[in-house]
Each structure stands twice: as C-alpha cells, then as structure tokens.
C-alpha cells in the first residue's frame, strides 16, 4: 500500500512538471522570433545606440558648461582684483563712493553666493 501510494505522488509529480514543460513550450512558440523583420531590427539597435552616445555627449556638454561658469567667474575674480589693485583716481573714487543700500548689499551676497555654488559644481565634476 505505501509503495503504491508513493508511485502515485511520483504519478502526479510527474503530470505537474510535464504539465509545466507544454506550457513553457507554447510560450515559447508563441513569440514568432521567425515573423520579424530583421532590418527593423537593426534599425532599432541603432537607435538604441545612437540614444546612448546622445546622452553622453549631453552628459559632457553640461559638464563643460559648468566648467565654463567656474572659468567666466575666476577670470571675473581676477578682474575686479586688478581693479582694487590699481590706485583710485578721481574716476574710480567716484565709483566707490555710492552709497550702499540695503538691497544693494542683498544683491552683492546672492552674487557671492551664487558664485560659491558654481565654484564647488565645478570642483565636484572635475573630481
């Protein structure tokens, strides 16, 4: 009695994983890998490519411009350097004798501020 009711769970076993088998099996043969049309196939390969390279060449053209930001602002630094460095003349004291307001100093820190933050982008990408 116990041989034949392990024969029959090896029985039923065996119909679930040959039930299993047919069914992958028609999956498989439904794809129609045969049907397609190869050239549309290679064109949507080199789509796939040429979407790739356009992503990497935005990746470091963003990049660049970054850069750029840092360069425009280091060469603004070293300009307003040489500015101060030279002697005030009657022209360069009346500039420097306007008045500061409040909202003159705001906008002076949001530059600096800003300038800050492109520096660090800059540093990070090249990093």
Known sequence: MVKLSQSMKNLSKFDIIK????????????????EKNIP???????????NELLKKIIEKKSSL???????IYILEQ????????????????????KPKTRTNLKKQKKLKNKKRV???R????NS
């Open 19 to 34: 039930y299993q088998l047919s069914k992958l099996q028609s999956e498989i043969d439904s794809f129609d890998t045969q």
């Open 40 to 50: 549309e196939l290679i064109d949507k390969a080199n789509l796939l490519r040429q």
């Open 65 to 71: 411009n970054d850069v750029y930001t840092s360069y």
């Open 78 to 97: 070293l300009l307003i350097k040489s500015d101060s460095s030279k002697p005030k003349t009657r022209t360069n004291l009346k500039k420097s004798t």
């Open 118 to 120: 492109l520096i660090k």
């Open 122 to 125: 800059s540093t990070r990408r």
